[in-house]
């Protein structure tokens, strides 16, 4: 068990006339290599959460562990926490402010005390799993397109070498290309570098095809926590709260109306083929 | 954290200083602070006391936040307070230790400058509480209307000032979140000594100026594609009219200068 939180209550302002009560009674277990969707529509409280995982966040009422330590423990490491759980901030490229892509990403693991050789290796290593080769190293990060500046400040996370990493909306304002390749990029560093990742989104059609879990928030509450399949079984349900099923989910439910036999619980669109071809053979 | 910094902070409330004419409250306000400079005597501070309380109970707004301002001039005040206090010379001395010596006048003096200070704190504040910066601008830009015939750029100088006091709030929650990315990133910026505080600035300063700029960038885009050319023939959505209780108001501040300059001339 990685992150663990327990009854985590969160109060904006608290005893004000601005008072907002952002996050209510969450309980969440976050395991070793789990890669999970966090999803909920604007001001549900999800990035507010995630400000919580790192420690960012103090919350009003609650703990939160990390394996197994109590991060609000007098004495506990704050620092150190933050470099194995990564977050990437909504719109990272805001962030970035060296004179060169190389030393913007060298930035988090000087901050861990390795040497500059050490840090650059590092960032190296950052800049080729995110995709960005060594023509970039030496460029200005303002001068990099709007998915490159994405993925040098994803890169600048990387590179602390978390275990757990969060990314907060990671594909906001990219177009498709960006946004697949930045996923796929995710789902490769879960796969290959065995990170555990939390994935913010408000689009269910994003992380469907990535997730194994699903972490539904709504009103600061958690509302669904479990695989893929099972919550968007509640379409109907997340449409209330202001969320969609992935269109696969709409579509499967449209075509076993229809009397088609298909499965629907396919959530992905190679599901969903593999689920329609098998109920139109075995109509021939 | 840093959210606690008030400037200019509304505080919104239906009340009868909400709703009156802006340049009503810049004008009492300003009149307000020259009656301060006028009393010299304890019947001039009640005359001011009597006002500032029933204007305070008027705006509706909870105590607290009037006396909030009074924080950043605490040691400026401290500081006007002990040099009265113990350098004006007098014709009595009440207190003698040492070098220091505290005089009637003293004393007098240290008191009366300490309302001074404090009044014209909670004041001003009587007024930024009660008037969103958008209308205060506004009243301003009418105030000050006659100096365009003196070709001063008012209609400028009030757009750049709403401007301004509208990017505040922005800028501040920007801060917050660079500086949280930047601390999730393992930066530091309580340790250390100044220079390396200094120095730990960088990567704050560096993102905040760039969305600063390019937050004015879209801004003058937005204003020049819905035709913005400057004060010229510009009309108000919300024009300023004065209504009846902007007379009355007009009326009560008159009388409260008259009262001051009387108790000034008679005693």
């Known amino acids: ?24 009674d969450v309980n969440l277990e976050i395991g070793q290599g789990e890669f999970i969707g966090l999803i909920g529509h604007t001001g549900s409280g999800k990035s507010t959460l995630v400000q919580h995982l790192n420690g960012l966040v103090k919350a009003t009422d609650g703990h939160v562990y990390f394996h197994g330590e109590d991060i ?16 990437v901030f909504q719109y990272p490229e805001h962030q970035l402010f060296e004179v060169d892509v190389l030393s913007d990403v060298c930035f988090g693991p000087k901050n861990q005390g390795l040497s500059r050789e050490e840090a650059e290796e590092r960032a190296k290593e950052a800049l080729q799993m995110v995709g960005l080769s060594e023509e970039f190293y030496k460029q200005s990060p303002f001068e990099l397109s709007g998915g490159q500046k994405r993925r040098a400040a994803i890169a600048g996370v990387l590179a602390m070498e978390p275990e757990v990493l969060i990314l907060d909306e990671p594909t906001a304002g990219l177009d498709p290309k960006g946004r697949d390749e930045i996923l796929d ?42 695989t893929p399949r099972e919550v968007f079984r509640h379409y109907k349900e997340l449409e209330e709260v202001g969320l969609a ?29 593999d689920t329609i071809l098998k109920s139109l053979r075995g109509r021939l | 954290m840093i959210r606690d910094i008030t400037l200019g902070q509304y505080y ?28 010299n005597s304890w019947v001039g501070y009640v005359v001011a006391t009597i006002f500032l309380v029933s204007v305070i109970r008027l705006s509706k707004v909870p105590f607290p936040f009037m006396v909030r ?14 040099f009265n206090l113990f350098l004006t010379p007098g014709d009595r001395v009440l207190v003698h230790f040492w070098k220091l010596q505290i005089t009637d006048k003293g004393l007098r003096t240290a008191i009366f400058m300490a309302i001074r200070l404090v009044y014209l704190i909670v004041g001003s504040s009587v007024m930024t509480l009660t008037t969103t910066p958008n209308d205060l601008t506004d009243g301003m830009e009418r105030l000050l209307g006659p100096l365009k015939k003196l070709h001063v750029p008012v209609h400028e100088v009030a757009m750049m000032m ?3 006091l509208r990017f505040i709030p922005i800028l501040l929650e920007e801060t917050d979140k660079i500086m949280k990315a930047q601390i999730a990133r393992g930066a530091d910026f309580e340790s250390g000594n100044l220079l390396q505080k200094a120095k730990s600035l960088v990567p704050l300063l560096v993102p905040l100026f760039i969305s600063a700029f390019r937050r004015a960038n879209d801004l003058a885009m937005a204003m020049e594609a819905r035709c913005y050319r400057g004060g010229e023939g510009r009309t108000k959505m919300k024009p300023l009219v004065y209504a009846r209780r902007d007379y009355l108001a007009y009326g009560t501040v008159m009388i409260f200068l008259a009262v001051i300059i009387a108790v000034r001339i008679v005693l």
Request: hydrophobic content about 45%; overall charge neutral; charged content about 25%.
């Open chain 1, 72 to 87: 609000y423990a007098h004495g506990y490491d704050m620092k150190k926490l933050r470099s194995r759980v990564g977050l």
């Open chain 2, 69 to 82: 301002g009074l924080k950043a001039i605490f040691l400026i005040l401290m500081i006007t307070v002990v």
């Open chain 2, 12 to 39: 919104p409330a239906d009340s009868i200083l909400h709703k009156l004419d802006p340049r009503v409250k810049l004008v009492t306000t300003i009149s307000f602070l020259v009656a301060l400079f006028l009393v």
């Open chain 2, 162 to 164: 709403s401007i301004a």
């Open chain 1, 245 to 273: 099923a992935p269109q696969v989910t709409y579509m499967m439910h449209a075509l076993k109306e229809k009397g088609f036999a298909v499965d629907e619980d396919a959530t992905t669109i190679e599901e969903a083929r």
């Open chain 1, 1 to 24: 068990m990685s992150i663990k939180l327990e009854h985590v209550n969160y109060i904006y302002s608290p005893e004000t006339a601005y008072e907002i009560h952002a996050l209510r």
């Open chain 1, 185 to 226: 990029q995710i789902s490769a560093l879960h796969r290959e570098k065995k990170i555990t990742i939390v994935l913010v989104s408000h689009s269910m059609e994003d992380v469907a095809k990535y997730v194994g879990r699903i972490v539904v928030m709504n009103q600061g509450e958690v509302m669904y926590d479990d």
